[in-house]
């Protein structure tokens, strides 16, 4: 029950703060008053807090995941069953045209949670005035939403931008940066990228000064560890390699690597053993019908499968293959039994689960992706410590082996060697997370497919305009300070 007067709460207050039949900016002033008047109780503002929540769980699990791994070069389309966007991103020939469905919807649903944070943002402070025995929780909910709204900055700007690095003070056109309730005279642009990582970092570290460190922290809700993570991401993707190797090892002293024993279980029985799993933040997906869960089950209309070259990354005893093989279990169509399935079980639950696990958590945040931006960081920062970076990738590959780290040799004589390392160590343990395509971005590295590949192209060579998105055309349409992408136009 509580769960659905969440979504009853948050659908509620989505209708009367977004406008989504023009520009998905756009903000209907008329309905100023409801928003004020939701958020004057405090139950409300608890809900909405937790709605933005499921607001996140469908930008990750609708949008960014599937968008991160269907333009990079590790996975199938099944054209029988996909969809016309999904096939167009595969095979690099989307257009702006493309605005009602996948992947233009990125747009839309990463500018509500935006556009919802901001409400919690600015009526948070007068809830306390309200609430004074309650200011805990709610600085909580308010850190909260400077966290989603600096993800969400950051996630869109991956998709509709190019990288920090394209220019060398990131001066190259980025995403809208809105950071407060817009006015109906305010005019909606797109800023430099500078600007738009300003605002995250921003958040970031609003957010982290609101929160405590807590041993026995929630990894479904927002965490001052959550907030180290995702800036040791940021500062990654900034190249700024002191603060990424500062960030990703505060989060590495607290928390543990989730043992081989219970790596595949931490994906496929998200709520098992939780005392023992690496989890920084992921979002539930209890009683949510699981998109990238769809797009990978074999025993339905599979539209996503894994690159057949995949396999050949992987130690034949390492943990992670299992999660590349579906065993149909007994509660399934007898048609299936006795068969195995190649398929991305990373979000295939099993469905023997009693009800209350039966669902897809999407990670956002976990603690192996710390030890691969510790190691790129020290591999690339001023320290050039390629021992130290060997150190954090055999931690990983122990673990991956079940070994201890000095049974794992690793062979490197330069900086160069170090990365290719390290390169393969992210495709290895982050694949199909929602990484790949930005690392070959972010990294200035072309996208070359496998020879098995089966989308008609093959080699994107970088710099390529193709490599994000274009701005929808009904917002285009709508905005007349909407700038077009390069390539686009």
């Known amino acids: 029950m509580k769960n659905h007067i969440i979504i009853l709460l948050l659908n509620a207050?989505?209708?009367t703060s977004v406008v989504c039949s023009c520009s998905f900016l756009d903000v209907e002033v008329v309905g100023k008053n409801t928003i004020e008047g939701f958020f004057k109780d405090y139950d409300s503002f608890r809900a909405a807090g937790e709605g933005l929540h499921r607001c996140m769980y469908d930008f990750y699990d609708d949008e960014y995941v599937r968008y991160a791994e269907i333009k990079g070069d590790l996975v199938?389309?099944?054209?029988?069953?996909?969809?016309e966007g999904i096939l167009a991103l595969f095979n690099y020939n989307i257009t702006p045209s493309y605005t009602s469905s996948f992947p233009q919807t990125l747009w839309k649903k990463g500018y509500i949670i935006i556009t919802n944070a901001n409400n919690i943002i600015t009526y948070g402070p007068k809830l306390k005035e309200d609430f004074p025995a309650r200011t805990e929780a709610i600085d909580s909910i308010v850190a909260t939403a400077?966290?989603?709204?600096?993800?969400a900055h950051f996630d869109l700007c991956n998709c509709y931008a190019q990288p920090y690095n394209y220019t060398p003070d990131a001066s190259h056109i980025g995403i809208p940066v809105v950071d407060k309730i817009p006015g109906f005279d305010d005019e909606i642009k797109r800023d430099p990228v500078s600007k738009v990582y300003s605002l995250i970092l921003s958040d970031l570290h609003t957010a982290e000064g609101m929160l405590s460190y807590k041993d026995d922290f929630d990894y479904y809700h927002v965490s001052r560890v959550a907030c180290d993570a995702l800036l040791a991401r940021v500062y990654l993707y900034m190249e700024d390699y002191v603060n990424a190797e500062t960030y990703a090892k505060k989060v590495m002293d607290r928390v543990p690597l989730t043992p081989a024993s219970s790596?595949?279980?931490?994906?496929?029985?998200?709520?098992?053993?939780?005392?023992?799993?690496?989890s920084i933040l992921r979002l539930n997906g209890a009683f949510i019908t699981s998109s990238m869960n769809a797009l990978c089950d074999p025993t339905k209309s599979i539209k996503m499968e894994p690159d057949p070259s995949i396999i050949n990354y992987y130690d034949i005893s390492d943990v992670r293959r299992e999660l590349f093989t579906?065993?149909?279990e007994s509660i399934e169509n007898e048609n299936y039994q006795g068969h195995e399935y190649s398929a991305i079980c990373k979000h295939l639950y099993y469905k023997s689960n009693s009800v209350d696990y039966y669902c897809t958590d999407p990670f956002v945040l976990r603690c192996s992706e710390m030890y691969l931006i510790h190691a790129e960081a020290l591999c690339n920062g001023p320290k050039q410590d390629l021992a130290g970076a060997a150190q954090d990738l055999k931690a990983l590959i122990a673990r991956s082996l079940d070994i201890t780290a000095d049974e794992v040799s690793l062979i490197y004589s330069s900086k160069e060697d170090m990365?290719?390392?390290?390169?393969?160590?992210?495709?290895?343990e982050l694949c199909y997370e929602g990484h790949r395509i930005f690392d070959i971005i972010r990294n200035k590295r072309n996208l070359v497919r496998s020879a098995e590949s089966n989308s008609t192209v093959k080699t994107v060579n970088y710099p390529d305009y193709r490599f994000i998105l274009p701005i929808g055309q009904l917002e285009m349409q709508a905005n007349p300070n909407m700038?077009?992408?390069?390539?686009y136009l």
């Open 76 to 83: 199938n389309i099944n054209a029988v069953n996909a969809d």
């Open 13 to 15: 207050l989505l209708m």
């Open 326 to 328: 579906y065993i149909p």
């Open 263 to 278: 790596y595949v279980s931490m994906f496929r029985n998200p709520h098992s053993d939780r005392d023992i799993d690496e």
């Open 419 to 428: 990365q290719n390392l390290i390169d393969r160590e992210r495709v290895k």
């Open 483 to 487: 700038v077009q992408n390069e390539g």
């Open 146 to 151: 400077h966290f989603a709204r600096a993800l």
